[in-house]
């Protein structure tokens, strides 16, 4: 065994890692890779080379020594399996899938849903396989977890599972089988527009501005004093961040949890909701003009825009005490849609494309960052929101501009006197 801890392998699939081979006396050029694994059966750990100095063809033979430890017979030629031996167990592979697949983005969600399927399998047949996943199979999956409400850690009833939800865990189902070599999926997901059940409830600016009320004036019983009442503003300060991004931009969550100085084009006012190094998805994250009421907050803030990675527990309470619909009506991306219905109203049906650009639904085709606040392009979605931000900054005082000092700092219009 080493004396000191390996680094992380190259790939690994069961117990086989790859490593690169440590260069050794006399070696000329690449010094190519090896393959280290456990030998339950001797009792100490072997490794042997790959071949090669090339990576693609290291991964194929450490994939060819992994099968073949599982009793699969494997083509010298193309290095598949061969047809006429079993397929791998379902559990395996998904194993396998969330080995190769850690450390990715989303990892905790494909992790998730594939958590139900193997707590599935568990009550049903552990030793499946995958070749005997068909369309009977997943249909019987599809009603065991539609039948599982969704409950908070401590088992209290939340809400019915969505269907959804239920074709996500589907869809990953079909991507753990097509990663596995030799196996495709004998089955399809439902498309999700077939199953989406999207909220109807849009908030409207009286709605809005009660929101920012929320955060910025603190009620209740409990507030006995401006010190308590401050300490209720500074908890609620992070929701504060997010309803003031959310409004001006329509962004996504994920998009404004993810939101750096880095992204934001001070001298163009344009905030590009795409960070560096992120490819883009069918989630297009565009760029986009900012409302001169949300310039500033972007002016002055450095490093992430959120201090924290989540509001749920902050606007939960806040939408209970608004009284506000639940079962996913009012989640966190109500802004977003109650947003853009408004200003569809207001700029009309002909308008409405900048709109559609303005949530990443159309992807424009702009060079220059520059022109992106010509009026031809979003000038109208964006004249729209910059209203409705005067309107909610009527109805909640503070929500968007700040007074100077006499010493040049910015505070917040807000009762207390709290720094932005």
Not at 128 to 148: H, M, P, S, Y
Not at 214 to 232: A, F, H, N, V
Request: with cysteine; glycine share 8%.
């Amino acid at each position: 065994m080493p004396a000191s801890k390996r680094p992380k392998p190259l790939y690994q699939r069961g117990e086989f890692k790859l490593y690169p081979r440590a260069a050794r006396a006399g070696d000329r050029g690449p010094t190519g890779y090896e393959i280290i694994w456990y030998d339950a059966a001797k009792r100490r750990e072997r490794s042997t080379s790959a071949g090669t100095s090339d990576y693609r063809a290291a991964e194929l033979m450490l994939d060819r020594l992994f099968l073949q430890s599982r009793g699969q017979q494997i083509c010298e030629t193309c290095g598949r399996p061969l047809e006429s031996v079993v397929a791998p167990l379902l559990t395996n592979a998904i194993v396998d899938y969330l080995l190769l697949g850690e450390g990715k983005k989303g990892y905790r969600a494909t992790k998730n849903r594939l958590g139900w399927v193997t707590a599935y399998i568990a009550e049903t047949n552990a030793a499946v396989t995958c070749a005997q996943i068909d369309e009977r199979w997943v249909n019987g999956f599809r009603t065991w977890l539609a039948a599982k409400p969704v409950t908070t850690k401590a088992g209290a009833f939340v809400r019915e599972r969505s269907l959804s939800h239920v074709e996500g865990c589907v869809l990953q189902l079909v991507a753990a089988i097509n990663a596995t070599p030799g196996q495709t999926a004998q089955f399809t997901n439902e498309q999700p527009k077939a199953v989406a059940n999207s909220p109807t409830f849009r908030a409207d600016v009286p709605t809005l501005a009660k929101m920012f009320r929320w955060c910025l004036y603190p009620e209740g019983k409990w507030i006995r004093s401006d010190k308590e009442r401050d300490l209720y503003v500074g908890y609620r300060s992070s929701l504060l961040r997010f309803l003031r991004c959310a409004v001006a931009t329509w962004a996504r969550p994920e998009e404004i949890f993810d939101l750096t100085d880095r992204q934001w084009a001070s001298d163009a006012r344009v905030l590009d909701l795409n960070p560096q190094g992120r490819r883009q998805t069918k989630k297009f994250r565009t760029k986009i003009p900012v409302a001169r009421q949300f310039a500033p907050f972007l002016d002055d803030f450095t490093g992430s825009y959120m201090p924290t990675t989540t509001v749920w527990a902050a606007w939960r309470k806040m939408r209970d005490e608004l009284g506000l619909p639940d079962e996913g009506q009012a989640g966190i991306k109500l802004p977003r849609r109650s947003m853009s219905t408004l200003v569809r109203k207001r700029i009309g049906e002909a308008q409405w494309q900048q709109g559609k650009m303005m949530l990443g639904h159309v992807q424009h085709e702009i060079s220059d960052i520059y022109a992106i606040p010509d009026p031809a392009n979003l000038g109208l979605a964006l004249a729209a929101t910059e209203s409705i931000i005067d309107e909610i900054e009527k109805l909640a005082p503070g929500a968007f501009y700040r007074a100077v000092t006499a010493n040049g700092s910015a505070l917040m219009v807000v009762k207390g006197g709290l720094s932005a």
